[in-house]
């Protein structure tokens, strides 16, 4: 289901990349354009290391960085071209109130869209993956990773599928606490920032300069562009075509390494690396290469929503397991003491619900309302009120979705 995700996600990114840089250089074909996508990514997979050093991971960071600031950039622009006198403020922030025009069926398809591509299923694994690299940078700064302890070359061993058994990291207490800090306030700030001021900017802009404009009803991201450049001016257009692509390859990079962390980690892949990214890459973008080169550019439209929407249908199933787990403190207990390696066998045998046994840690049950258990180890589970939270939100995007679904049925 992550892998159908990511794919997805990949399709509207190539895709997109693709016509971004067949409006900017109108010579190069749609076909030519999604392979030249390949270029970037496959450089970033062959030296990004998920078990590299923080310089490496921080090099990485401050890439996909420049690319989002550099579409926060662009649009800030077009919104300093729309004409004020017909847009005020108060039209905008009404549009933030909800109508019942997203109830209807092309509104609830493009609330999905949009829903589909802020809040991306393969984020959550990229997440997960890129914070393993601020875990054991804290544990060795402090020295809370012993020098006794399997080395970062041991590990790499097995991520290279040399050995039968795996040497699972243990992060010690306080680099948990620590980087869950650090991930909260980088999440909050990317979500209330960066991703709402974008998708604001794309829906201000349209609305702006192509509402009630008769060309705009079934215009594609071509029709789009040469609206902008007439509507605004030719220089809206080529604003429109960079956030366009910049967003394509800072969105296509990080989906990459999203499906590279999925399939070492979920897949269980054990072949080299370099043949392992080239694989995972190329499921990604053969459909896109066959959609560009079939349908050019009559339909792409239609597969860079549906795309999204698919994410949005995908989201629930992908989020599922993330509440369970989190809201159970049997799998959210985290023991005192120094960070460690623990090695367990490919084969090892499933974890016994009820006694416990075969896992990493004892059951114990709760003496005291802070989280903290009778041998000192911590729950990290989420509270009560998390939790119900957690599960309202998981039913509404479900229920969005079916509607969306029956709706699209109906047709």
Request: hydrophobic share 50%; proline share 4%; aromatic share 8%.
């Amino acid at each position: 289901m992550a892998e159908a995700a990511i794919i997805a996600t990949d399709i509207a990114e190539v895709i997109g990349t693709a016509i971004a840089i067949n409006l900017l250089i109108p010579q190069i074909p749609l076909v030519a354009g999604c392979a030249l996508s390949i270029l970037d990514v496959m450089v970033i997979l062959f030296f990004y290391q998920p078990n590299g050093t923080m310089r490496g991971l921080r090099a990485f960071e401050f890439f996909v960085v420049l690319l989002v600031l550099a579409v926060v950039v662009c649009f800030c622009i077009q919104l300093s071209l729309i004409d004020k006198a017909t847009t005020t403020v108060g039209h905008v922030f009404r549009g933030y109130i909800p109508s019942s025009a997203i109830v209807q069926q092309k509104g609830l398809y493009q609330a999905c869209g949009i829903l589909g591509a802020t809040v991306m299923p393969h984020s959550l694994y990229l997440g997960s993956g890129v914070v393993q690299a601020r875990l054991k940078d804290y544990d060795e700064q402090k020295g809370l990773l012993p020098a006794d302890m399997e080395p970062r070359s041991a590990a790499s061993s097995v991520h290279e599928g040399l050995v039968a058994d795996k040497a699972t990291y243990i992060p010690s207490l306080k680099a948990i606490r620590h980087s869950l800090k650090y991930s909260i306030a980088e999440l909050a700030i990317c979500l209330f920032t960066f991703a709402l001021f974008v998708n604001s900017a794309i829906l201000i802009v349209a609305g702006a300069s192509l509402y009630q404009n008769p060309e705009a009803e079934d215009a594609d991201i071509f029709g789009i562009h040469d609206l902008l450049s007439k509507s605004i001016s030719p220089g809206a257009g080529t604003v429109f075509a960079l956030a366009l692509l910049f967003s394509g390859v800072s969105a296509g990079i990080v989906c990459t390494i999203a499906g590279q962390m999925v399939s070492e980690g979920a897949l269980n892949w054990t072949l080299k690396p370099w043949l392992r990214r080239l694989v995972t890459r190329s499921i990604s973008i053969t459909p896109s290469i066959i959609i560009a080169g079939a349908v050019g550019r009559t339909g792409l439209d239609a597969a860079l929503n549906g795309s999204q929407v698919a994410l949005s249908v995908v989201l629930p199933f992908v989020t599922a397991p993330l509440i369970w787990f989190t809201c159970r403190s049997r799998y959210m207990t985290v023991q005192p003491g120094m960070a460690r390696f623990a090695r367990q066998a490919a084969t090892a045998k499933p974890i016994d619900e009820e006694t416990g046994s075969g896992s990493l840690w004892r059951r114990i049950v709760f003496k005291k309302n802070d989280g903290v258990r009778a041998d000192g180890s911590v729950t990290m589970a989420n509270s009560w009120l998390v939790c119900i939270l957690a599960v309202l939100v998981w039913l509404v995007i479900t229920v969005l979705n079916i509607a969306n679904l029956v709706l699209l049925g109906k047709q």
